[in-house]
């Protein structure tokens, strides 16, 4: 079968019988009980908008209906609304390899990196810099801030070696948001501390996913966002983390949250000396409960398990895939990779529109890429494979050429 690249593979070898076999002897398939996907719906988006946890959807009305309802106000204190950034954070740092004081949860990624590549820019000058392949609100992010202070912005193509000391900040994913390319954190780590760089760790499509150790590998600076692998609800918040120097860099979102005494109601802005200089206004509790009770759900998980799963998940449906025909811009089967496949085809918005009628949900990224997430804590592999049957019958039949397939929504 052919790659992107037109290089010939041998794929792993896999049949329905393998697929049952690995059910079996999955140590997360107790996990898929805690989430309600029925509807007879094979769900492969988990890495764009995560599935609501039942204990998710049970805080929501608790916060909502007793907390709020009942006890009003009071619950500022009594329910710990205030402190919900910090305690919701150090969940997230458990998942990330940080000390739970350097994590807070707030705003959306795209604030975050505005205040830390703004705070970082502040103390470091140099150009600004961000891939030209990463997600894009990364980049309009960076281009406001550049404009913003008259920073030079670059945005370099991630093969070249673009670590160099007139760079003052550097903004990476930590996986692709189109490829599932995984990038190597201590790696880039010690090349950006020999030239002086700072880099900000963009760990939308890792959280969750990957076991990852950002203090061991000497990550300072990250972003990430709730509502992806860690199945926090539409529009979750955010999380940003600063390690340890955190409390000396000056954000310029001074709101009152970041404040080292919010409820002195001082005339003058006097920053948090923790990450909570980071905060701005006031919590979306709501969203955050939800958040916070999703996020429970990794209390005894062990990462190591979900990013294997999400490997071999990922690896069966790309084998038969490109077995198929079908060309791909991920990793290969066997090769590294994050919890999604994206595969090439001109008509892939059709096909995908084609594959959510037939109840297997996926998403489309323009130009031509076919995205499919596996989330390892509600899939099954028997999903995937019958997920892999019905694409393959789809290319085969042409059914997604119907003219109601190719209607566009505003959301891909
Ligand atoms: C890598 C990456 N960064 C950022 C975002 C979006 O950030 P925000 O929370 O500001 O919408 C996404 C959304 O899919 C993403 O994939």
């Known amino acids: 079968m052919q790659t992107e690249s037109g290089l010939t593979i041998i794929t792993v070898p896999f049949s329905r019988d393998d697929a049952e076999q690995l059910d079996a002897e999955d140590p997360l398939r107790r996990l898929s009980d805690a989430f309600d996907l029925s509807g007879g719906v094979i769900y492969l988006d988990g890495n764009s908008l995560g599935p ?36 919701c954070g150090a969940k997230i740092a458990r998942l990330i ?54 920073a030079e912005l670059r945005r370099p193509n991630p093969a ?41 760790w963009d760990l939308s499509h890792a959280t969750g ?61 006097r920053p948090a000396e923790d990450a909570r200089r980071f905060a701005c206004g006031t919590p979306p509790i709501l969203s955050l409960s939800a958040l916070d009770a999703a996020l429970d759900i990794f209390d005894d998980v062990d990462l190591n398990d979900v990013a294997a799963k999400a490997q071999r998940l990922g690896d069966l449906f790309l084998s038969r895939a490109l077995a198929a025909g079908l060309r791909t811009v991920s990793p290969l089967p066997g090769e590294r990779r994050g919890g999604h ?46 997920a892999a049957d019905a694409l393959i019958d789809l290319l085969k039949t042409e059914d997604w050429r119907r003219p109601e397939f190719t209607r566009r929504g505003k959301v891909t």
């Open 97 to 150: 390899g940080a000390p739970a004081e350097d994590v807070i949860v707030s705003d959306s990624v795209s604030i975050n990196i505005f205040k830390l590549a703004a705070a970082l820019h502040k103390r470091n000058g140099g150009a600004i810099a961000v891939y030209e392949n990463e997600f894009p609100t990364d980049g309009y992010i960076l281009q406001g801030l550049a404009a913003l202070t008259d």
């Open 341 to 386: 496949v994206s595969l090439r085809f001109g008509h892939g918005y059709e096909v995908i529109q084609a594959l959510i009628a037939r109840g297997v949900i996926g998403d489309f990224r323009a130009p031509d890429l076919m995205r499919f997430g596996f989330s390892p804590l509600f899939l099954s592999y028997a999903d995937v494979w019958a």
């Open 160 to 200: 070249d070696n673009s670590l160099t000391d007139d760079i003052g900040v550097l903004l990476v994913s930590a996986v692709d948001y189109r490829t599932a390319a995984v990038a190597d954190i201590a790696t880039m780590e010690a090349q950006a501390a020999n030239a002086g760089v700072s880099i900000i």
């Open 52 to 87: 609501p946890p039942k204990q998710a959807l049970a805080r929501l009305q608790h916060t909502a209906a007793d907390e709020w309802g009942r006890d009003l106000i009071r619950s500022w204190n009594a329910a710990g609304w205030f402190d919900m950034p910090k305690t």
């Open 209 to 269: 996913l990957l076991p990852l150790d950002l203090a061991g590998d000497g990550a300072r600076y990250a972003v990430g966002c709730g509502y992806k692998y860690l199945n926090g609800g539409p529009g979750a918040p955010a999380f940003l983390y600063a390690r340890g120097d955190g409390a000396a860099l000056d954000q310029p979102l001074t709101g009152w949250m970041g404040h080292a005494d919010p409820f002195a109601f001082d005339a003058a802005y």
